[in-house]
């Protein structure tokens, strides 16, 4: 790990090429939340590209306007959620509709990080593990 952010939206976990970000309880991402991500994805990952991992160990609400947002991210190659929880998950599958980046939803975190790796190597990326 490359560093942790403690922010009030939530935790971020930065990794040399995937972000793993844990929503704080009760919150609601809307697109102006977005500019958080951009922040990190300029600040950490520059001219590389990335893996977006969302871990959904807390009850939180989306607005599915910030995918579109979040499309715009050059350096993002790919963005999975994390969940247990059924509804997460089906949420996660309506979430998928408005992003314009490979999506996936994964119950286990290992899977979603293998998942990413393989979105980075398809894209000829260097992987550095963690």
Same mark, same amino acid.
Do not use: H
């Given at each position: 790990?490359?560093?942790? =952010?403690?922010?009030?939206?939530g935790?971020f976990?930065?990794y040399d @090429?995937? =972000?793993?970000? /844990? ?8 697109? /102006? @939340?977005n ?5 990190i994805?300029i600040?950490?990952f520059?001219?590389?590209?990335f893996?977006?991992?969302?871990h959904?160990v807390?009850?939180?609400?989306v ?7 979040t ?13 247990t929880?059924?509804i ?8 998928k509709?408005?992003?314009?980046k490979?999506?996936e ?14 979105i =980075?190597?398809? @894209? ?6 963690p």
């Open positions: 790990m490359r560093k942790t =952010l403690t922010l009030p939206l935790t976990y930065i @090429n995937y =972000l793993i970000v /844990e929503i704080n309880e009760g919150e609601t991402i809307t697109t /102006e @939340n500019k958080i991500l951009e922040n994805a600040t950490y520059n001219t590389k590209k893996i977006y991992i969302t959904r807390n009850s939180y609400a607005d599915p306007a910030i995918y579109r947002k499309s715009l991210i050059e350096n993002l190659a790919g963005f999975a959620v994390v969940a929880n059924n997460a998950l089906s949420n996660a599958d309506i979430e509709l408005f992003l314009n490979p999506f939803s994964f119950t286990k975190l290992n899977k979603a990080i293998e998942w990413g790796q393989s =980075l190597k398809q @894209n000829n990326i260097d992987i550095k593990n």
